[in-house]
């Protein structure tokens, strides 16, 4: 989903050179990855105990806080194509005579990017919450934090 909005606001040629590093930087971690598996004694199953076997207990926090990063900056790249798709959608779909300049109405919140933020994020925001409840406490409440963060950084 993201992809359309990079080429958009990068261009063809600058995208697509970030995206041959990407697809290098992630073949390479994923060779590393397979290869420090493979290495360890005790055949670790996932990053965590990789990481732990390595670097003891700090490397949790440091692996931890750097998924929640990259976590974070997936929500914001959907939130905003999200909100700029829905955006164009409803000053299409809402006529001209009814948006009024004063910032009153429905019709105006639905022509506002905003708007559509905060729609998804009530929207998405129960599901996330019930299934990483299940899952894993701590990230269920770090992702609530990030939406949370996110929608009060944009209006500020």
Sequence with gaps: MGLPYAFLELGLYLTTALLVIVILQTGN??????KAKDL???????LYEIAYMLMARKSIFLLSATLLGNSFGLVMVYFIVF???MKSVAEDAIPDNKVSEDGDGIYYLMALKEFWIVVLGIFVLPICLKRELQDLHIVSLSLFAAVVLFIVILFL
């Design 29 to 34: 971690s994923c060779w590393l990855y397979l």
């Design 40 to 46: 360890m004694p005790g055949r670790p199953e996932s």
């Design 83 to 85: 909100s700029k798709t």
